[in-house]
């Protein structure tokens, strides 16, 4: 319980201490699970890879969040999958760091993290979780007061919440807190995440199934996705129509009345999603750290801070430096750097936590793997042995005697070249079971 509260219980004795206006601003935290940059309007690109759609209004409410604040228009996560993308923003810390090489592996124990800081900072912190894959188990839920992971759909062995659920208990949990007491909010929409069916008729596509997905997949391998791609018109809107169901509850959620110290938001997706960029793999996220997998919605808003685009690439690794710095915490935290002001970001380590355990080195030693910087991106994939790929975060070409290609080539081999050992984790059945479900674990 922070001081301010415990005056102001007091108003006749201590009335000049409460005269202050208090200082902190309530911090929300949003994380967009499997949420593509591209698919919020405000980025301004063919939303999920839908040129007819391009121009049209997918996300109003977090256009106009993004128009008020900050837009880090090439953002990335170093991990394609939810638990090591979380795992990175809560710790400040990369996949190698972490030690985390996919979901179901729990956050290890000396990390400190976001809440944790901002619990001793004076902030209550309180969650809300759309999916099991973040439960209580996977360790990042320290320094929270409260965490609330209550579930009501199951999928076979998979748990979520929907979107407005999680708004309607974050703003319970909004309601619940003391006066005056600023809080740390972190809310988890999951509802992106396939199978794609918002409530209520699609305004983008026809709502998808697993066996439509399975078939789909199937055409990609055989012919290409181009030879079924009206259905895959159709998946990318689906997914769309999921992402506008969540932009809709984002907006609920921020309409609530702001604290007296005002209010940071910070919204975020944790990592992208395919839809037919790749055949072979054409639905999904975990064994891809291309963009349409890992370039993700990035902003920030504050009392203060200038609206703003950011242009050069960042990764997620430094949201909670330049998130702890918003709210007057400029002390060194992980391994990240505040962004404020960045000219051109640092080297962004990017790591699939797919296909697969590989001992007696680093689980994901033999995965996909990629470096960004500025606007250039490498990516290698020693498990299907194809040499490095060059290329923009846009996705256009770069010539490979690009000395920047060649640099960002040499950081990516030296970031490789300091890996964590194999990780070995015990899971009861009902979790690996779950994991399965979601398509985290390879037997
Ligand atoms: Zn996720």
Known sequence: MSSTRALCILPALLACACAHPPTKPDIFLISLDTTRADAISAWGMAPAGRRDLHGQVITPNLDALASSGVRYAWAFAHAPSTLASHATVFTGLDPHQLAIPRNGFPLLPGRETLAERLKADGWATTAVLGSSSLARPMGVDRGFDAWDETFSVTRRHRHEATATEVTDRAIAALNARPAGEPVFLFAHYYDAHGPYHAPGPGHFGAPTDPATITRLTAACRADGCESVEPEMEQVRGAYLDEVAYVDSEVGRLLAQPRGPAGRIVVVFGDHGELLGEEAKRPFGHGADVDPAA??????????????????????????????????????????????????????????????????????????????????????????????????????????????????????????????????????????????????????
Request: overall charge negative.
């Open 294 to 443: 890992t370039h993700v919605p990035l902003i920030f808003v504050a009392p203060g801070l200038a609206p703003g685009i950011v242009q050069t690439a960042v990764g997620l690794q430094d949201l909670a430096p330049t998130l702890l710095a918003l709210a007057g915490d400029t002390r060194p935290f992980g391994a990240g750097i505040d962004l404020a002001g960045i000219v051109e970001g640092p080297q962004i380590p990017m790591e699939a936590t797919q296909p697969g355990a590989n001992a007696p080195g680093w689980n994901n030693r033999a995965n996909e793997h990629g470096m960004v910087q500025g606007d250039e991106m490498v990516i290698e994939a020693p498990w299907l042995d194809e040499p490095a790929r060059y290329q923009h975060v846009d996705g256009s070409a770069a010539p490979p005697d690009d000395p920047r290609a060649q640099t960002l080539h040499q950081g990516l081999l030296a970031w490789l070249a300091d890996t964590p050992p194999f990780r070995a984790v015990q899971m009861d059945a009902a979790t690996r079971e779950g994991l399965k479900a979601l398509g985290y674990v390879d037997e």
